[in-house]
């Protein structure tokens, strides 16, 4: 799976893009965003609860309901500001 | 001549809006109207100057994304046509970061579509912007919770 990250959440991961094979039981964006939380103080303070962080899969928004499967495009950022 | 797709640019070089003004309404004689918008940086954020923006996006989504509000935008209001240009990377204060323009057979559906489309853009189009102050600090723009309002209003997509 590909995940990218944008703004300052790539600041506060430290990364912008990277390939993760989805370890097995995670089904949706909810459950992928607890996983990465543990990789590292990056990552939890990143998806720390509360933060504003917004979610595309496979280029449109999705919810923390949203299912996720092997091969899709995950993206994390927080809300827009374009304009 | 029936409506043509929406014309959508992410591009780091600026625009010139007459020029992009007589590409949409080129070649044909039934366009009564056309209106715009340009969004430009404001050389203050929160009462301190800025020396730059950079606007920062997701190639490829923001395509998709800004391609949906603008054909949207033109079944919504029987656009004639659509032009919308975003720019990313450096900026200057006073540079051009955005321009809507809209091509309809009378004004208020370009004026209507004109405003539907920046507003929408705004909450949907992922970009985002940081400002570096005078003083060399930098820091993330915030969303405004009065945009998600202004685009609520339209209805949904």
């Known amino acids: 799976m590909r995940i990218l990250y944008f703004a300052w959440l790539r600041e506060r991961v430290g990364l912008g893009e990277e390939q993760v094979d989805l370890p097995a039981g995670i089904a949706d964006v909810a459950g992928l965003i607890a996983w990465l939380r543990t990789r590292g103080p990056g990552f939890e303070a990143a998806f720390?609860?509360?933060?504003?962080?917004r979610c595309a899969v496979n280029q449109d928004f999705a919810g923390p309901d949203a299912a996720i499967a092997p091969g899709d495009e995950v993206a994390f950022f927080p809300p827009v500001t374009g304009g | 001549m029936d409506a043509v797709g929406a014309t959508i640019r992410v591009q780091t070089a600026d625009f010139d809006?007459?020029?992009?003004?007589?590409?949409?309404?080129?070649d044909r004689t039934d366009i009564g109207g056309m209106a715009s918008f340009v969004g430009l940086v404001r050389g203050t954020a929160s009462g301190r100057p800025i020396s730059s923006m950079t606007?920062?996006?997701?190639?490829?989504?923001?395509?998709?994304?800004?391609?949906?509000i603008g054909d949207a935008a033109t079944q919504r209001f029987e656009l004639?046509?659509?032009?919308?240009?975003?720019?990313?990377?450096?900026?200057?204060?006073?540079?051009?970061?955005?321009?809507?323009?809209t091509a309809a057979p009378h004004r208020q559906a370009a004026l209507d579509g004109c405003a539907f489309l920046i507003d929408w853009l705004k909450t949907r189009a992922p970009f985002w912007k940081k400002e570096r102050f005078a003083d060399g600090t930098e820091s993330w723009v915030d969303a405004r919770e009065a945009d998600d309002v202004?685009?609520?209003?339209w209805g949904r997509l």
């Open chain 2, 150 to 153: 202004t685009a609520e209003r």
């Open chain 2, 17 to 26: 809006i007459a020029a992009e003004s007589r590409a949409l309404g080129a």
């Open chain 2, 55 to 68: 606007l920062e996006h997701y190639p490829g989504m923001t395509e998709r994304a800004l391609g949906a």
């Open chain 2, 80 to 101: 004639q046509g659509c032009t919308v240009i975003h720019r990313v990377g450096i900026l200057l204060p006073g540079d051009q970061i955005v321009l809507v323009l």
């Open chain 1, 48 to 53: 720390a609860q509360g933060r504003l962080v």
